[in-house]
């Protein structure tokens, strides 16, 4: 597509509950990215998938969280049993070169209530 | 480890007024430096880049030079308007590794 897309765009849910955000990178763009923007926290790198390699999960904050991507495309966030410190804007971005900069989806606003 | 530090906001200014916001970092080797803007509702969008020292990084008005020997990428605009009003964020790229991002600061032009 012509953009990285990410749904839902909002998402509210009861603590404990877990959470699928999914994320449609540009086609074509090898290198994937999460990461979660919170309040004062500025942006909080969570996991990186490139190509056909292991993810890189250094960033993931707990084992609550996990990602997939499919078939070198689609991308899965999913957070079990979410807790309220779980809520911020999680968002995705692709590339095709790290060094001609990324491109960031709008992002899912993730609230715990 | 890597790591990108930007001056704290909220930076207030009135329109026309010069504008610089600090970055520095800490990289081994030689990393890609980049500023992202956020406007308000909106997404990130990279503002600028710059791949190696003493590159400069320049988009709609705004300028950043890669100085290795400060390990600095100071943004800087001469002259700003309201419609800069957003938060920067500085960010460092090494190859096989996501991008680092500072803090972010908040910039609120007045006119």
């Known amino acids: 597509g012509a953009g990285v897309s990410q749904s839902p765009s909002n998402k509210v849910t009861e603590k404990g509950k877990d959470v699928e955000l999914r994320c449609d990178p540009i086609?074509?763009?090898?290198?994937l990215y999460w990461y979660r923007q919170s309040l004062g926290q500025g942006l909080e790198f969570l996991i990186y998938?490139?190509?056909?390699?292991?993810?890189?999960k250094s960033g993931l904050p707990s084992d609550r969280f996990s990602a997939e991507r499919t078939g070198g495309s689609v991308s899965t966030l999913t957070i079990q049993r979410t807790q309220q410190e779980d809520s911020a804007v999680y968002l995705c971005?692709?590339?095709?070169?790290?060094?001609?900069?990324?491109?960031f989806g709008s992002g899912t606003r993730l609230t715990v209530v | 480890g890597n790591s990108v530090t930007q001056m704290e906001g909220p930076v207030t200014l009135s329109e026309e007024a010069f504008l610089t916001i600090n970055c520095t970092y800490t990289?081994?080797?030689?990393?890609?430096l980049f500023w992202y803007v956020q406007y308000p509702g909106e997404g990130l969008q990279l503002l600028l880049k710059?791949?190696?020292?003493?590159d400069k990084g320049s988009n709609k008005g705004f300028e950043a030079t890669y100085r290795k020997e400060t390990t600095s990428f100071h943004l800087e605009k001469g002259s700003v308007q309201v419609s800069d009003s957003a938060v920067y964020f500085c960010?460092?790229?090494?190859?096989?590794?996501?991008?680092?991002f500072g803090k972010g600061t908040t910039l609120s032009v007045s006119s």
């Open positions: 990289a081994t080797g030689y990393p890609s």
């Open positions: 998938f490139q190509g056909n390699s292991a993810p890189d």
């Open positions: 086609s074509g763009h090898t290198a």
């Open positions: 971005a692709s590339t095709n070169s790290g060094d001609y900069g990324y491109t």
């Open positions: 960010a460092l790229n090494q190859a096989g590794t996501a991008l680092i």
């Open positions: 710059a791949t190696k020292a003493d």
